[in-house]
C-alpha cells in the first residue's frame, strides 16, 4: 500500500539555523510534491508544489529537492525564526488519485 | 466565498445521534475534500469529489460515514449513529483541478471539531 513517511520526531533547531525536513514514499510514483504548514488549530495552508521533472524550487527561504529514483523529498527553511515554529506537512500527488498527507513533522524554533 | 467555509465549527453530541457537516468550496473549484484529524495526529483522508462525483471513497471508516456533494459546490459529510471514536476535527478544502497554471494546491476551511459524548 501507499506510505508517507516524514522525520517522526519533533525538530528542534536555534534561530538562524537551516531546518531540513524529509518526506518518504513507497509504493508511489507522484508527479507533483506539495508541501503544507499547519499552525495548531488550524487548517494546512499550501505553501511549494514541485513537479517530477524539477530538482529543486525555492520561494523565499525555503527550498524543496524531489528526487524520484530515491522517492524523497527534503523541505529546507534557512535562516529560521519562531515564527516559522509549525507542523509541515508532504502530499506525493499522483494523477487521478486522492492528495494523501504525511503525518508532518513539528519544528520548533527557539530564539 | 472568500474562502472554504464549514459549519457548525463546533458540534458537541450524544453516542448514538446523527450529525451533519457542511462544507461550502471556494466558488468554481471542482475537487473537494475531506479529511479528518484527531487530536495530535496527522490528517487522514475520508472522501473526495470531482464534481458530484466521488472517484475515491477509500478513506470512509465505516458504513456510517456518506458524504455527497450536490451542484457541484456544497458538500455534506453525515455520521451515523456517531461512537466516541468519531471525535475529532473534519477538515473539508477545495481545488482547482491541477494541471496547466493551476498548482492545485488545496484551501483548507477552519474544520469542525466534532465531539461524542
Known amino acids: 500500500s501507499q506510505k508517507i513517511e516524514q522525520n517522526s520526531e519533533a525538530l528542534n533547531i536555534q534561530e538562524g539555523k537551516t531546518a531540513t525536513l524529509t518526506c518518504n514514499y513507497t509504493?508511489?510514483?507522484?508527479?507533483?510534491l506539495q508541501w503544507y504548514r499547519q499552525d495548531p488549530g488550524r487548517g494546512p495552508v499550501f505553501l511549494l508544489l514541485i513537479r517530477e521533472n524539477e530538482k529543486e524550487k525555492r520561494k523565499e527561504r525555503l527550498k524543496v529537492t524531489f528526487d524520484t529514483t530515491l522517492k524523497q523529498s527534503l523541505f529546507h527553511i534557512t535562516a529560521s525564526q519562531p515564527a516559522d515554529s509549525a507542523t509541515y506537512l508532504c502530499a506525493p500527488l499522483q494523477a487521478g488519485t486522492a492528495l494523501i498527507f504525511g503525518k508532518g513533522t513539528t519544528l520548533s524554533v527557539s530564539s | 466565498g472568500a474562502g472554504v467555509s464549514q459549519s457548525p465549527s463546533n458540534k458537541v453530541t450524544e453516542k448514538g445521534k446523527d450529525v451533519e457537516l457542511r462544507c461550502d468550496p471556494i466558488s468554481g473549484h471542482t475537487a473537494l475534500y475531506w479529511y479528518r484529524q484527531s487530536l495530535g495526529q496527522g490528517l487522514e483522508f475520508l472522501i473526495y469529489?470531482?464534481?458530484?462525483?466521488?472517484?475515491?471513497k477509500s478513506g470512509l471508516p465505516s458504513d456510517r460515514f456518506s458524504a455527497e456533494r450536490t451542484g457541484g459546490s456544497v458538500s455534506t459529510l453525515t455520521i451515523q449513529r456517531t461512537q466516541q471514536e468519531d471525535s475529532a476535527v473534519y477538515l473539508c478544502?477545495?481545488?482547482?483541478?491541477?494541471?496547466?497554471?493551476?498548482?492545485?494546491?488545496?484551501?483548507f476551511g477552519e474544520g469542525s471539531r466534532l465531539t461524542v459524548l
Open positions: 469529489f470531482q464534481g458530484n462525483s466521488a472517484p475515491d
Open positions: 478544502a477545495s481545488s482547482l483541478y491541477l494541471g496547466g497554471a493551476s498548482t492545485g494546491e488545496l484551501f
Open positions: 509504493n508511489y510514483s507522484p508527479a507533483y
